[in-house]
Nanobody, 119 residues
Framework: VQLQAYGGGLVQAGGSQTLSCAAS????????MGWFRQAPGKEREYVSG????????DYRDSVKGRFTISRDESKNTGYLRLTSLKPEDTAVYYC?????????????WGQGTQVTVSS
């Protein structure tokens, strides 16, 4: 399974950004896709997860109501829509896939994409 994350960039506080994660090389109907982030000097943390087959979603508390995870089964692509961005959302965002559950653990990881929120 290969994952490629993209869509990061520089955005002002209060702005929005959509991250994409293109998946290939596997059968995703039984998979979960997760998004994680790692800010400078901090541990990587779980952000959100989605069950590919059902669309069931999950979020960490700090992003509930601001971030939306989704997937397009026909394109084998997952998305994370970030809105009402705050400087503390600045991080490298990673997508991951696996079959353990919404919060993982995840076996497959994409490269990160940087999101920088300016104040």
């Amino acid at each position: 399974v290969q994952l490629q994350a993209y869509g990061g960039g520089l955005v002002q506080a209060g702005g929005s950004q959509t991250l994409s994660c293109a998946a290939s090389g596997g059968t995703f109907s039984s998979f979960f896709m997760g998004w994680f982030r790692q800010a400078p000097g901090k541990e990587r943390e779980y952000v959100s997860g989605i069950q590919w087959a059902t669309g069931t979603t999950d979020y960490r508390d700090s992003v509930k109501g601001r971030f939306t995870i989704s997937r397009d089964e026909s394109k084998n692509t997952g998305y994370l829509r970030l809105t009402s961005l705050k400087p503390e959302d600045t991080a490298v965002y990673y997508c991951a896939a696996g079959n353990a559950g919404l919060r993982g653990p995840y076996e497959y990881w994409g490269q990160g994409t940087q999101v920088t929120v300016s104040s």
